[in-house]
């Protein structure tokens, strides 16, 4: 089966353009690379020519997940499993800055691109922010989680059509939710992608790695700075083992910012189900952000 090799680009549609170059550049630490016609502008952070396309809109919300292919043979095995597929035309290319590609909806209707040949560059775009770098490159940009409508129809054409394969799955109860959410990996990074119940928006969250723990709390301590909400107190993952938080981007999605990700190994990989979602953390915060300092007073 011709497969899926990393989680290559993501496009997210936002209200305000303004807002995610901000969020991005001083919160993230990830890079503004080209700006696009017609608004919006792309962002950077290893050897990938574009990992974000941030475009104008009212959506707030994920606009295209891009899935990356070993070849031109390999985009033509997809194609013949997938017949409502279309080619990206050459000017579609020509923007993603890839070789070829592969348009076609998932099961709840978000616009899924496979593509081979992405222009990489000679070295990582270095981060300005970051102490150590983004663990991106050959294991895709990170990760994300998916609301889908019909979460079994989702998860069957995942599997079956894409060939993504079962991590495992968490089932229980947080803080009055029912957390049903299977996570699927293509390459030795634990997942690319996890699926589960659709609340609002398409995606629920997408994730950076790290390499290194510092990176992680100072970009907590960013998020706080530039008043970002926290949603999610820093926690460990029980199946990836993530050290990590989540807060709000100003789409109202969530990111999380991670270290220290488990890898599988599929020689010996063994799908579990959990039956929490943290080990410790990961707690919706009591306390948000601090005041601004005020004349006289420690802040
Ligand atoms: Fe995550």
Redesign the pocket.
Known sequence: MSQILQLGYLGFEVSSLDAWRGFAERTLGVSVGTELDGGGFTLRMDRYPQRFFIEPGPLDDASVIGWQVADLAALDAFAAKLPESTRGTPAECAKRKVSALLKFDDPSGVPTELFCGPELAAAPEPSPLLVSRFLADDVGLG?I?IGADDPKRSIAFYRDVLGFRLSDEIRCQYFGYDVDIAFFHVNRRHHSL?IGRRDRKRIH?F?LEVASMDDVGLCFDRALKSRVPISQTLGQ?PNDR?F?FYAVTPSAFQF?F?YGGREVNDADWQPTTYDRISEWGHHPPIVFAPREPREGKRP
């Open positions: 990760h989680v996890a969250h994730m993952h993530m990590s999380e991670g």
